[in-house]
């Protein structure tokens, strides 16, 4: 009897819900496109995923085609940004780095954000001594800087761009699960999650098809933060000789020829460009993370 | 108060086990062994001689045991020996440390000094070009990675303005005097010091400005206090609490930064130290260089929360 009238009453907010739903996808495209430097950073950020994806389309050369007759070469219109010293085109290698770099900071901010979701999740919604384990341990990730630990990782595991995702993804998820946690927290209180549970639905079913839909909003800021500081945490370690291994370029990699006192000197053109679509793209994707923020959430403070 | 310090000492502890177990176990469940670095190829050894290896490092016991051997030893000052040159683990350590103290301590000082008067500068002239533009600045600041600052500095004012030396710490040809030190040290902690100034800046204007507005600045004002003694003493003394945090949360930063900042600038440190553990697998001078990291990052914010107690009396701990 009382399922009947829960089940006949059930069609009535839901209708609502996603009418106010779509209302309030609206106002937060609307914001969102009201803030010019955030448009204009997402237009940047479409088209160098563009270029680098695509990078076959736009080269010349191939990435690791080495040219002996042109070796450290001026940027001409031969090799539009010049060679590096075993001849292999600057421009290519360039567009070839941006895609690792973007598939670095996609897959480890997907792994860093399944972690980091399902862990605050948990804490947040089963409280209690769940809560406490699970906080302890974050308290103790942020305390130590994680890149000390990632050097160590990165130094002992087999070099290849998947283990730099998993690397950086597993030691960059504290973030998100004290951000997952709070709003899980503060939405587990509702009536409508009490009325799941009154159904009888799982836990499960609870947090992954009731709550966590409500912190998608927030998520999507946190997230779009989270790939350019892997962008750049996956730049640092190749910077250092720990990060994605040669002949497979990366941003980083490309920068590390800069520690080198004669290209640094006289081949310049070997290390502006990747150091000047690093910061480009981080400071592009952070603009579009404010704006997402801003667009979401005015209040939020990340 | 006592309580409250007493408690947070106590959660320390576990907290630094913790940090030094996860440490020993990533190590230990990397791939490769740890006396690989003993069996030399060429000398054909035989499985016996292998076990004398492990055996003598004490390799031959479980991993728990040896995490608590190792404990033991820490705590009678033994940090061991490197596998790379023999050499005592707290030695090597001990000189390192006070390269990186000295450039991270510079770096810290100008983030500090310079960003804190940056951040009232601009919080008293909100919205103004000057805070407009010194607050994109602080946006580039902090969005600039290290190493990217670092080869920019050290391409401008050393490579093509000669102004600074490229590296090191010493001249080769003569004795480190004040001045050749401060020479080599100038470029590294100005890089280091980037991220400190943007982060204090960003704090300060943010405190300053909430601080401002408050009634009891108001009254001063109203009593007819003039504005140098309403800014000094008394928005800048309360602007200054969540700055005193900054300091304690800086210092995890400033490692990072150091890594970087000394590799490029080859500035004989802690940071380069670690690269030369990690390259060569140098696994007693990294648990080492681990454990006096743990401890220092610890300790900074211990030294945080007992400032912050001491400084704000309005905060009660029981």
């Known amino acids: ?302 | 108060m006592q309580k409250y310090l007493l408690r947070r000492l106590l959660i320390s502890i576990p907290v630094f086990f913790a940090i030094t177990a996860i440490i020993f176990a990533l190590i230990e469940i990397a791939p490769g062994d740890i006396t690989d670095y003993f069996i030399r190829p060429e000398l054909n050894m035989t499985d016996e001689a292998e076990e004398a290896i492990r055996a003598r490092f004490g390799l031959d016991q479980p991993p728990v045991v040896r995490y608590f051997n190792w404990m033991l030893n820490v705590f009678q000052g033994d940090l061991g020996y490197r596998f790379t040159n023999g050499q005592p683990v707290a030695a090597t350590i001990n000189q390192r440390l006070s390269a990186t103290v000295l450039l991270a301590g510079t770096a810290l000082a100008i983030g500090a000094v310079i960003g804190v008067s940056l951040g009232i500068f601009t919080a008293l002239r909100q919205y103004s070009l000057w805070d407009f533009s010194l607050t994109s600045l602080s946006f580039l600041g902090i969005s600039i990675p290290s190493f990217v600052a670092g080869i920019i500095f050290l391409y401008v004012f050393s490579i093509q303005l000669g102004w600074f030396p490229s590296g090191g710490m010493r001249p080769v040809d003569q004795e480190p005097t004040l001045l050749t030190t401060i020479r080599h040290l100038v470029l590294p902690a100005c890089v280091l010091s980037l991220a400190p100034i943007a982060n204090f800046m960003r704090y300060t204007r943010f405190a300053m400005l909430e601080v401002i507005r408050a009634d009891y600045v108001r009254t001063a004002r109203g009593k007819g206090m003039t504005e140098r003694r309403i800014t000094w003493g008394h928005s800048f003394p309360n602007a200054l609490l969540p700055v005193i945090t900054l300091l304690g949360l800086s210092l995890p930063t400033l490692v990072v930064g150091a890594v970087f900042t000394e590799t490029i600038f080859s500035w004989p440190g802690m940071g380069t130290l670690y690269l030369e553990a990690v390259n060569g697998r140098d696994v007693p001078l990294l648990m080492g260089m681990n454990l006096v990291i743990a401890l220092v990052v610890l300790t900074a914010n211990l030294l945080t929360d007992l400032a912050y107690a001491l400084a704000d009396p309005r905060i009660r701990y029981d």
């Not at chain 1, 567009?95 to 901010?109: I, K, W």
């Not at chain 1, 000390?148 to 597993?170: D, N, Q």
């Not at chain 1, 080198?260 to 000047?276: S, T």
């Open chain 1, 1 to 302: 009897m009382t399922n009947q009238t829960l089940s006949a009453a059930a069609p009535i907010p839901t209708l609502q819900q996603a009418q106010t739903a779509k209302a309030d996808k609206n106002r937060v495209l609307r914001r969102f496109l009201r803030n010019w430097p955030a448009v204009i950073s997402l237009s940047l950020v479409v088209i160098i995923v563009t270029m680098t994806i695509g990078a076959p389309l736009f080269q010349r050369y191939e990435y690791e085609q080495i040219d002996l007759r042109a070796r450290a070469a001026l940027p001409s219109a031969e090799h539009w940004l010049g060679t590096d010293r075993v001849g292999r085109d600057v421009w290519s290698r360039l567009l070839n780095g941006g895609q690792v770099s973007l598939v670095v900071g996609f897959g480890a901010t997907l792994v860093s954000t399944l972690i980091g979701t399902v862990l605050g999740a948990l804490a947040g919604y089963y409280r209690g001594w769940v809560d406490m384990v699970i906080m302890r341990i974050t308290d103790i990730f942020m305390t130590f800087p994680s890149i000390i630990i990632m050097l160590t990782l990165a130094a002992m595991l087999p070099r290849s761009v998947w283990t730099i995702v998993f690397i950086i993804g597993l030691l960059s998820w504290t973030g998100t699960a004290r951000m997952v946690r709070s709003q899980v927290m503060s939405i587990r209180e509702l009536d409508y999650v009490l009325a799941c549970r009154a159904l009888g639905y799982t836990d499960v079913r609870i947090i992954t098809r009731h709550i966590l839909p409500n912190v998608f909003g927030s998520l999507v800021a946190l997230v779009t933060f989270a790939i350019g500081s892997a962008i750049l945490t996956e730049a640092g370690l190749s910077f250092l000789g720990l990060g994605v291994p040669p002949p497979m370029p990366s941003w980083g990699n490309m920068l590390e020829a800069a520690r080198n006192l004669d290209i640094l000197r006289n081949l310049p053109w070997m290390w502006i460009p990747p150091a000047i679509m690093l910061v480009l793209t981080v400071l592009a994707v952070n603009f579009v993370g404010d704006g997402i923020r801003d667009a979401v959430d005015p209040r939020m403070v990340l």
